[in-house]
């Protein structure tokens, strides 16, 4: 069974300081990885992809294979980062398959 | 091309009465997927078409769901004899199928469904 947990319903972190945002999943084969943000009154979006290995925004993740994880992360978070974040998976079928996502709040 | 489209962006139903919202994907796009959201969760897949063909069905699509791309184009999910527990936001979402690992799915706003 594919599945993705997000530890995290609610984070919040102040200005400046780094964010890490978890998600763990379990898939027996080789998963493909990606994080969707939802800014306020605005549609779910893709923020970047594990395949791409980029750097969006200020936002990296890296896949880690070993312990099934790929957290998001920003040395500095910034007040536009406020939003809903989800993980999801796409395994060997075509469906994306969502964690409970994370709400992170960043304090001014 | 405005993106994903999803009509109507809200519906209030009473219990037991059918429903059909519509999704109208990006022009170029063969796939399309149909997703459900309740409160405090991820979306949930609940089918999937690539052009006119249905190819995937979730356990959570139960009898009184059904969905169709007639031409390929635009979908419709109905709900007949709507529960409460239908109540959520529905989304739309399309993808051109070479590129799903580059460009992603992209999504509508959504029809938010509440029934009383």
């Known amino acids: 069974a594919q599945r993705v947990t997000q530890p995290e319903k609610l984070l919040s972190v102040f200005k400046g300081a780094p964010v890490e945002l978890k998600c763990n999943y379990s898939?027996?084969?080789?998963?493909?990885l990606f994080w969707y943000v939802q800014y306020s009154r605005q549609r779910l979006q893709l923020l970047l992809r594990h395949i791409s290995r980029e750097s969006i925004k200020g936002f990296t993740a890296d896949l880690n294979k070993g312990e099934t994880s790929f957290h998001l992360k920003k040395p500095f978070a910034q007040e536009e980062d406020s939003a809903m974040y989800y993980c999801?998976?796409?395994?060997?079928?075509?469906?994306?398959?969502f964690g409970q996502g994370t709400r992170l709040t960043i304090n001014p | 091309d405005t993106g994903v489209s999803q009509n109507p962006r809200h519906k209030i139903t009473k219990r037991g009465q059918n429903v059909t919202f519509r999704c109208d994907p990006i022009?170029?796009?063969?796939?399309l997927y149909w997703y459900r959201q309740t409160l405090g969760q991820g979306p949930e897949f609940l089918t999937y078409f690539q052009n006119e063909a249905q190819l995937e069905k979730s356990r959570l699509l139960s009898d009184r769901f059904s969905a169709e791309r007639p031409k390929g184009s635009f979908s419709t999910l109905e709900i007949q004899r709507t529960e409460q527990g239908d109540s959520a936001m529905y989304l739309c979402?399309?993808?051109?199928?070479?590129?799903?690992?580059?460009?992603?799915?992209?999504f509508g706003s959504g029809t938010r469904l509440t029934v009383v």
């Open positions: 898939y027996s084969g080789s998963p493909e």
């Open positions: 999801a998976l796409k395994g060997g079928a075509q469906k994306l398959v």
């Open positions: 022009s170029e796009h063969n796939r």
């Open positions: 979402a399309s993808s051109l199928g070479s590129r799903d690992l580059t460009t992603g799915y992209t």
